[in-house]
């Protein structure tokens, strides 16, 4: 007999967390999952409901979720395992959308996918959604791959957790970043889980840094975060090089960017022979 119920406590959160690596391994190119989820289930906005769980005889079989940020929802996909791809996983969703849309006064809701993952695209354009915007994802295997960081002039130190000092500042000499977005960067990085960070310095200067994600079980990467002080020309080229010796050594076999259609780091990118092999897309569904 299939159970339901929502959110109760903080191990629901490793549940859920646990639940996505396994249902996602195989799925190209499947990001880490971040703290947003543990983030909302701390905030004072947090409401349990947004947290549905689906249970078979007491084992976990299925979870969607969603986030409340005013109007807008960041919407879950109702993942299950493979036998409960019918009833449950249309369950899920009914109960999640439902609550969304009503008591939550969500009017705007977005999913993230790979290009991919067809089965996930086709289930939420079924149920109303349209495709809104996508950027590349340049990837290439590290497995075979030789870099030389002995030229570099830089120094380059590992950090702990995002210097937000540095990042500021980085940010306001990188014609990359928008000057009117900048207030929002430790936001709009805090839900990261970042596992390598690498700061450049010209002897006591930062002048680049890249934060990077890792999944332990498929052991890939994502480069989250390229920062660049635009008067070190060379600094493009070497924290790239720096951030992928430091993966290989860490065993990690992929590395991914994931960059806008006219981002002028592109060209530098490709030198590595990171090439657009997939794209991140996006999914809207609007009410008003």
């Not at 549940?15 to 703290?35: C, G, M, R, V, Y």
């Not at 939550?104 to 790979?114: A, I, K, V, Y």
């Not at 990467?221 to 290989?248: C, G, R």
Request: charged share 30%; glycine share 4%; with cysteine.
């Amino acid at each position: 007999m299939i159970t339901y119920r929502n959110y109760q406590e903080e191990e629901d959160l490793e549940l859920q967390k646990s639940f996505w690596l396994e249902i996602t391994k195989d799925l190209p190119w499947a990001w880490k999952p971040n703290k947003s989820q543990k983030n909302f289930a701390q905030s004072s906005n947090f409401d349990p409901r947004t947290k549905l769980f689906a249970f078979d005889a007491g084992k976990l079989v299925g979870y969607m979720s969603c986030i409340k940020r005013e109007k807008f929802i960041p919407f879950g996909y109702p993942w299950v395992k493979k036998k409960y791809e019918g009833e449950v996983r249309e369950e899920l969703y009914r109960r999640t959308f439902r609550f969304a849309s009503g008591p939550l006064n969500g009017t705007s809701f977005l999913q993230r996918f790979r290009e991919e993952w067809k089965t996930q695209i086709e289930f939420f354009l079924e149920k109303g959604f349209t495709f809104a915007f996508g950027y590349p994802i340049y990837i290439r295997s590290l497995k075979t791959a030789e870099f030389d960081t002995s030229t570099s002039q830089f120094e380059s130190k590992t950090v702990d957790t995002l210097p937000n000092n540095i990042l500021f500042d980085l940010a306001l000499k990188d014609v990359r970043f928008k000057k009117e977005n900048l207030s929002e960067l430790s936001s709009f990085y805090e839900d990261v889980d970042f596992d390598l960070i690498t700061v450049l310095y010209d002897t006591n200067q930062p002048i680049a840094m890249s934060a990077v994600t890792s999944r332990e079980d498929t052991a890939y990467s994502e480069m989250n975060l390229i920062v660049v002080d635009n008067d070190y020309t060379k600094a493009t080229h070497d924290i790239i090089e720096v951030t992928l010796a430091k993966l290989q050594n860490l065993g990690r076999k992929y590395v991914s960017i994931t960059l806008e259609e006219d981002d002028p780091i592109i060209e530098t990118v490709e030198t590595f022979n990171l090439t657009q092999r997939s794209k991140s897309v996006f999914y809207s569904k609007n009410l008003e």
